[in-house]
């Protein structure tokens, strides 16, 4: 009669093959990458993109080298570590091209307003701009009129004529000046006048009150600041 022996425990390496264990860093890795790309197209938002693809980075490395152990997440990691230095690269790339934009903008938005600060203002735009604007328009009436029921008002017109090559609006301001001293201010407007066009605002004085001046000797209506923007 033949002996039996008990049944011996399998050895690892033997019979059946050895299942892989888990990568969760790798598969974290390579979420992270794919979230930090996706953002980084967005400009000025995508400054998330660093703490993203940091992350997608660091993960990725130890994924990978724990893949060789366990046999799983080498192609996890190797994508999450290359994701996450696109999206860095992206961030750069974004960024330059949104702020270039943004810069090109404000230029051209530079070049369709000119501006001159006159008389006691300490500040000057170009010369060619500053007489371009100025010679655009005039204040031809400063004076205390008698309106409509006898009453008592302030008269300020100023005259536009456009002598540029496209269409402009005018904001011209001042100060209102009896016997030298300064009384109130005003304000002048022109909107969009074509090439040659000429227009005549006459109610630049309606902020004026002038039961204040209606005595003065000498009243003046001196210019501060005139600017114009084009279409």
């Not at 033949?2 to 019979?15: D, E, K, L, N």
Request: with cysteine; net charge neutral.
């Amino acid at each position: 009669m033949s002996q039996q022996y008990p049944p011996q425990p399998q050895q690892p390496g033997y019979g059946e093959p050895q299942q892989p264990g888990s990568n969760g860093l790798a598969t974290t890795a390579l979420v992270l990458g794919i979230i930090a790309v996706i953002v980084s197209f967005i400009p000025v938002l995508n400054v998330v993109v660093w703490p993203l693809a940091i992350l997608g980075i660091i993960f990725g490395a130890i994924g990978l080298s724990k893949a060789g152990k366990v046999r799983k997440g080498k192609g996890a990691g190797i994508t999450g570590l290359v994701t996450s230095a696109v999206a860095i690269i992206m961030f750069f790339a974004m960024n330059a091209l949104f702020f270039s934009a943004v810069d090109k903008a404000s230029k051209e938005l530079d070049k369709s307003y000119d501006s001159a600060t006159v008389g006691d203002g300490k500040s000057k735009t170009g010369g060619a701009k500053e007489s371009e604007v100025m010679k655009d328009f005039k204040v031809t009436k400063c004076d205390v009129v008698t309106g409509d029921l006898g009453i008592k008002e302030m008269a300020i017109h100023v005259d536009y004529a456009n002598h540029g090559d496209r269409r402009y609006s005018y904001l011209v301001e001042g100060e209102v000046l009896a016997d030298g001293k300064k009384v109130n201010d005003f304000m002048s407007t022109a909107e969009n006048l074509a090439p040659g066009q000429k227009f005549t605002d006459k109610d630049a004085g309606a902020l004026v009150n002038a039961d204040e001046i209606k005595d003065a000797k000498k009243l003046e209506c001196k210019t501060i600041k005139a600017s114009r923007t084009d279409f």
